[in-house]
């Protein structure tokens, strides 16, 4: 079979114009069937529709800021005058602060202790210093770049101009967001005072509607800092009055390829799901069996969960010792997120268990240690890594035409992924699933690991800290072009199928760079399929706010008569409350739409609590699926960065919708209740 470098569909929408040819061959390299490239030019030019559409639409973009620069050498000499203007001290002292600082949770005293921290951090010499801008980042002049790998973002290098520290934001922004999560437990005393239900009703499920069992001071501290993420990009689309409107033209039953049209996308691979009790065993077999790279993407860290701190602390450090060279992808906005809530996280519930390794596997010792947050986590990690044969980046990014922050919500795990038998773990779990949550991976072996290989290598070239040079860039970009032509000529040998474990599938690695535009490549190719659906649809999300689109999708499908069935967290399961409210207007929205949808719900089962439904999948006529970090939400479209695996034809699902249905009344989920309807 024949291989090229082909491009799936990316909207751009900038302040300049981009030329087309820049526009379609460095958006997204990936290497793919040669047959491929009449069909990526038809969703490439579905994209460009709503593109054109929002652009000609979205008026308000962000100021120019010129910081000066008019060459390289002052480039160089700008960004070298900022790392002394912003020194690691600043740092260092809001990172001290934060981790020698107790806040009580107890009702009494939460206000005091939480003052009593805004005091400290004012009394610091240098507030207006950070290495990171904070979670605004529209309005400021530092040093942002655009790289040509991702042409609708700008970066910021400096972030990992120094290796081994966390950069932060600076002390002044954190006594706002602290300002912020003050006001918001003073609304939760104040609900707790209310006498009557009439009362309690004024107050908004983010701060009232919380078990006496759960850490609930916490949650709303966790909650106003992923709101204070989403500010910008919500204020970008509120200024859009004509933005559903468009948005949901853009993505008409003719602008969203059928799975069969993309046939000659998908690659033969192996895939094989996961369980919480798999996960670490199959992590370990794949880790040990690296010869030359392993790379990472994370997004959330959970300090207190004994498999993930097993990984970074004890496994990846022992295959890098053996020569493996291994990259760690962290997202930035979360680990600064998680600093500010160090002084919290002194009471939170450790959940470290036994673990049960496989014989051969380094033994659980640095892990085993107890932290007080994932910032500590992280230092613990660059301690260990310092002389080894690991690297570690960030990933900050912003739109650029709006400004606001890009996070990067994609987890994967890459072992040599230039190799024809590359393997890759993914889906909803960050580093591993977490403890009393339901989460959905899989591992994939082939050469559909080269696909996850050169999206990697993407983000992580537009993460080095001289990105912004366009010369440079470009011919890495040249060269590693010539090691991938030298790749295709290996990968055209077949698959040794005495390597390969797990059911032979077609499967497409199919990724997304949200922005301003709204494009939203993998929305796109999931309508595709539920439009295709002849037999049954099964969709499972962990956070979801299903668009207007879909809902008419599920309407046309059961009118046909196809089976739709729907799984979604609830207020009794979900980790983040400040969705739920979108969430459930959106499946009361379903149901007027598409009554015959059959939609299950987490319940509180003989008093038991159901755990976190985290999954995230769709199956369309038992035949093709598509799983990974993806949410049918808002923010998968202008905010966060997906990771989505498609494959088709796949043996170990259920043959039939009866038996799909069978399974879901057998369900393993703790024999807990996801039958429950929305009223």
Same mark, same amino acid.
């Given at each position: ?265 998908? /690659? +033969?691979? =192996? &895939?094989?799901? $996961? ?7 199959? @992590? #370990?077999?794949?880790? *040990?069996?690296?010869?030359?790279? /392993? +790379?990472? =993407? &994370?997004?959330? $860290? ?7 701190? @097993? #990984?970074?602390?004890? *496994? ?364």
């Amino acid at each position: 079979m024949e291989y090229a470098t082909v491009v799936l569909p990316v909207a751009v929408t900038t302040t300049e114009p981009v030329a087309d040819d820049v526009r379609a061959e460095t958006a997204l390299a990936v290497v793919l069937p040669v047959a491929a490239a009449n069909l990526a030019a038809a969703l490439v030019s579905a994209a460009a529709t709503v593109n054109e559409a929002t652009t000609n639409t979205l008026h308000v973009q962000k100021d120019d800021v010129d910081v000066g620069c008019e060459d390289a050498v002052g480039a160089q000499h700008f960004e070298t005058e900022y790392h002394q203007q912003h020194s690691t001290a600043s740092q260092g002292a809001l990172e001290s602060v934060m981790a020698n600082t107790t806040i009580s949770l107890e009702r009494a005293t939460c206000i005091e202790s939480l003052e009593q921290l805004i005091t400290r951090l004012s009394t610091l010499s240098d507030r207006s210093s950070g290495i990171s801008p904070g979670f605004d980042c529209i309005d400021n002049a530092l040093p942002w770049k655009q790289t040509i790998v991702f042409p609708q973002y700008e970066t910021l290098s400096s972030v990992n101009a120094t290796k081994g520290i966390i950069p932060l934001a600076s002390p002044e922004s954190s006594i706002e967001l602290f300002e912020l999560i003050k006001l918001a437990w003073q609304k939760r005393l104040n609900y707790e005072k209310c006498d009557t239900e009439e009362e309690r009703e004024s107050y908004c499920s983010c701060i009232g509607h919380w078990r006496s069992t759960q850490n609930v001071m916490k949650q709303i501290c966790n909650q106003v800092l992923e709101q204070v993420m989403t500010r910008e990009a919500s204020a970008c689309l509120r200024s859009q009055p004509a933005i559903t409107r468009i948005w949901n033209e853009a993505y008409s039953h003719e602008a969203c390829p059928y799975p069969d049209t993309m046939d000659c996308l998908y /690659i +033969d691979s =192996s &895939i094989r799901l $996961l369980t919480n009790d798999t996960y670490l065993h199959a @992590y #370990i077999e794949a880790a *040990l069996a690296a010869t030359s790279t /392993i +790379d990472v =993407s &994370i997004c959330y $860290l959970f300090y207190s969960d004994p498999q993930s701190k @097993y #990984i970074l602390l004890d *496994l990846l450090p022992y295959v890098a010792e053996r020569g493996v060279k291994v990259r760690v992808l962290f997202e930035l906005a979360i680990l600064e997120s998680q600093c500010l809530q160090m002084p919290l996280d002194g009471t939170s519930i450790d959940r470290e268990a036994p673990l049960h390794l496989p014989k051969g596997s380094p033994s659980y010792a640095r892990g085993a240690k107890k932290f007080r947050s994932a910032t500590e986590l992280v230092r613990e990690f660059f301690n260990l890594t310092s002389a080894t044969n690991i690297e570690a980046r960030y990933w900050f990014a912003r739109d650029k035409a709006f400004g606001y922050r890009v996070k990067n919500h994609g987890k994967c795990h890459i072992f040599d992924g230039n190799s024809k038998n590359g393997k890759v773990i993914a889906g909803g779990s960050n580093v591993a699933p977490r403890p009393g949550s339901l989460d959905t991976d899989f591992v994939i072996q082939g050469q559909v690991a080269g696909m996850y290989s050169a999206y990697f290598d993407s983000m992580w070239t537009a993460m080095a800290p001289d990105a912004g040079d366009l010369a440079r860039t470009i011919s890495e970009a040249e060269e590693k072009k010539e090691c991938e032509d030298e790749q295709i000529a290996v990968w055209e040998a077949a698959i040794d199928p005495d390597i390969i474990t797990g059911h032979k599938a077609k499967i497409l690695f199919l990724p997304s760079t949200p922005s301003s535009s709204g494009e939203d490549v993998i929305l796109r190719c999931v309508l595709g399929a539920i439009y295709s659906a002849s037999q049954s649809i099964y969709l499972c999300m962990g956070h979801m706010n299903i668009p207007e689109v879909v809902s008419q999708a599920f309407k046309q499908a059961t009118d046909r008569g196809v089976k739709v069935y729907v799984i979604s967290n609830s207020f009794h399961s979900c980790d983040l409350r400040t969705g739920q409210l979108d969430l459930m207007r959106s499946l009361k929205r379903m149901l007027t739409v598409a009554p015959d949808v059959k939609l299950f719900v987490a319940a509180v089962k003989d008093g038991k609590v159901p755990p976190f439904l985290h999954s995230k999948y769709l199956v369309v006529d038992s035949r093709w699926a598509c799983s990974g970090s993806w949410n049918m939400w808002m923010r998968s479209v202008v905010l966060t960065q997906q990771q989505r695996t498609l494959p088709s034809l796949v043996a170990c699902l259920p043959a039939s919708p009866e038996e799909r249905e069978e399974q879901l009344s057998h369900t393993n989920h703790h024999d807990h209740d996801y039958r429950a309807t929305v009223a």
